[in-house]
C-alpha cells in the first residue's frame, strides 16, 4: 500500500469465537479459540454456562491458549463463570491465556487459579 492507494480494511475477518468441550463430571476442560468480545459475548457465555450445568463437574479448566482477543465485554463473561463455578465449590484453572487477558483475570476476585 502506497500512500496515494486507499486502506480497503482487513483482507479477512477476524475469527468467531469458538468453545470446545472435553471431559466428564469429574473434569472439564473448555477451550475458548479466537475472538471475545461484544459482538459473541452471549454466546459464549450461553455456551460455557451450557457445557458446565449438562455435566455439573468437580473441577473445570478454561483453556484460553487460542483466545487470540479479548475485550471487556469477554473478560466479564469469563470472570463471571468463573465467580459461578466459585459459589458452586467447583475447583477452577484458567490455562494458558494470552499476557493481556491473563493481565486482565489477575485483576478480577476469584479463587480460581490462572497458570501460564
Keep these: ?3 496515494t492507494e486507499p486502506w480497503a ?3 479477512a475477518p ?3 469465537a469458538s468453545v470446545t468441550v472435553v471431559g466428564t463430571t469429574d473434569a472439564l476442560t473448555i477451550a475458548v479459540a479466537g475472538e471475545l468480545d461484544a459482538a459473541n ?5 450461553d455456551a460455557l454456562h451450557d457445557a458446565i450445568a449438562a455435566r455439573s463437574p468437580r473441577h473445570v479448566v478454561i483453556d484460553l491458549a487460542g483466545l487470540s482477543f479479548c475485550d471487556t465485554a469477554g473478560i ?3 470472570a463471571g463463570i468463573l465467580r459461578q463455578l466459585t459459589v458452586d465449590g467447583t ?8 499476557p493481556h487477558v491473563a493481565r486482565l483475570l489477575r485483576l478480577i476476585p476469584t ?4 497458570v501460564p
Design 14 to 16: 477476524p475469527p468467531p
Design 91 to 98: 475447583t477452577c484453572h484458567v490455562r494458558k491465556p494470552q
Design 1 to 3: 500500500m502506497t500512500d
Design 76 to 78: 466479564r463473561v469469563l
Design 9 to 11: 480494511g482487513p483482507s
Design 111 to 114: 479463587d480460581a487459579v490462572v
Design 41 to 45: 459475548r452471549v454466546a459464549v457465555h
